[in-house]
């Protein structure tokens, strides 16, 4: 079963404009994390947020604000007045595992399908 | 001073060669993974160590075989490559042991290795 979805393979907006990009997850958790990430053309990773399941608030960081409503499982991220280079492929993803006995952990994050965003002048 | 670094960035190769890829981090992680991002985009784990012990392997054929020397280095050697290999390979790594600081739980990703297989 899938993890995490984003059900929008393609958005677009106006430059200036706020667009939100969706992303639901399944988990039996009580502790997780949700993490936004962007790939543009060129190809690295680039996070953009982070919101922790105890995070009473929504997380923001610059024009970047995660909307996240525990009881819907969602966590969609909002991108304000876009930008051109706001043109990427954008990734939702969560934390999950646990620290073992042993020591370790087994953290790892599952990502989503992606949306990819264009933005017109 | 890069974070995550990973070479090399590109790689072209024949079917059935074997090959290599390396990747440092100096975060002072203690946490290292290699995903996979296939021709749609799709990220999936491959691997993770934690302090040089491997603790995920996802169902990865065994001509995958992953070493990490120290807690910094995590290298990804392919045995026999297949047309299906050709895909991005990326090394991330993240502090999961110990929380160095509260809110620390960034992964950070190096820059990719597009693998292609002829």
């Known amino acids: 079963a899938q993890k995490i979805t984003q059900t929008q393979p393609g958005m677009f907006v106006q430059e200036k404009e706020a667009v939100t990009l969706d992303c639901t997850y399944d988990t039996s958790d009580q502790s997780y994390g949700l993490f936004w990430y962007k790939q543009p053309s060129s190809g690295e990773m680039i996070f953009l947020i982070y919101q922790g399941s105890y995070d009473e608030q929504n997380a923001t960081e610059g024009r970047y604000s995660l909307n996240f409503q525990k009881a819907r499982k969602s966590a969609n991220l909002v991108i304000s007045a876009s930008q051109l280079g706001d043109s990427a492929m954008y990734f939702c993803a969560m934390r999950e595992g646990s620290l073992a006995g042993s020591g370790g952990s087994n953290y790892k994050l599952t990502f989503g399908k992606g949306t990819l965003l264009t933005v017109n002048p | 001073d890069t974070a995550v670094s990973q070479t090399p960035k590109y790689l072209v190769t024949q079917m059935g060669n074997d090959k290599s890829i390396k990747c440092e981090q100096n975060?002072?992680?203690?946490?290292m993974y290699w995903y996979k991002q296939d021709s749609k985009k799709f990220l999936k784990i491959m691997f993770s160590y934690n302090n040089k012990e491997l603790i995920i392997n996802e169902t990865v054929p065994n001509r995958f075989s992953p070493k990490s020397p120290d807690k910094a280095h995590l290298n990804l050697h392919i045995n026999s490559l297949e047309l299906g290999d050709s895909a991005v390979y990326f090394c991330?790594?993240?502090?999961?042991?110990?929380?160095?600081?509260?809110?620390?739980?960034?992964?950070?990703f190096g820059s990719g290795t597009r693998l292609t297989v002829v």
């Open positions: 975060l002072g992680h203690d946490t």
């Open positions: 991330a790594s993240s502090q999961e042991l110990v929380r160095a600081r509260r809110g620390d739980y960034g992964y950070t």
